[in-house]
C-alpha cells in the first residue's frame, strides 16, 4: 500500500529553520510529481511547494519563494523541504502529497488518484 511518512517539524523560534522529510512507498516515486501542502488550524490547505519527477522543475507559493527549497532524493525514495528564515504565519500542519497540488489547486479539485501523508506539525514561536 502506499505510504506517505513526514518528519522533522516541531516547535522553531522565528528566524529559525526546519527541514521537513517524507519517506515514500508502495508506488513509483520516481515516477511521481510531488507537494508539500500545509493547512493551519480554521484554513484551508495551502500548496507551498511542487517538485517534479525528476527533480528539475520547482513551483513556491510566493510568500515561502526565497525560504524554502523543495527537493527530492529518488534513489531513498524521500521528498525534502528546506524551511529557512521562519515566521509565525508558516505554523501549520505539513503534508507530503504525491502530485502537482498547486495546478490541482488552481483548478479546484482534488484527485482522487493522489496520497497525503499524516502530516507533521510546524510551530513558529517566540
Known amino acids: 500500500e502506499v505510504q506517505l511518512v513526514e518528519s522533522g517539524g516541531g516547535l522553531v523560534q522565528p528566524g529559525g529553520s526546519l527541514r521537513l522529510s517524507c519517506a515514500a512507498s508502495?508506488?513509483?516515486?520516481?515516477?511521481?510529481?510531488m507537494s508539500w501542502v500545509r493547512q493551519a488550524p480554521g484554513k484551508g490547505p495551502e500548496c507551498v511547494s511542487v517538485?517534479?519527477?525528476?527533480?528539475?522543475?520547482?513551483y513556491y507559493l510566493d510568500s515561502v519563494k526565497g525560504r524554502f527549497t523543495i527537493s527530492r532524493d529518488n534513489a531513498k525514495n524521500t521528498l525534502y523541504l528546506q524551511m529557512n528564515s521562519l515566521e509565525p504565519g508558516d505554523t501549520a500542519l505539513y503534508y507530503c502529497v504525491t502530485g502537482d497540488q498547486a495546478t490541482a489547486q488552481a483548478m479546484g479539485i482534488i484527485r482522487g488518484d493522489d496520497y497525503w501523508g499524516q502530516g507533521t506539525q510546524v510551530t513558529v514561536s517566540s
Open positions: 508502495g508506488f513509483t516515486f520516481g515516477s511521481s510529481d
Open positions: 517538485i517534479n519527477s525528476g527533480g528539475t522543475s520547482t
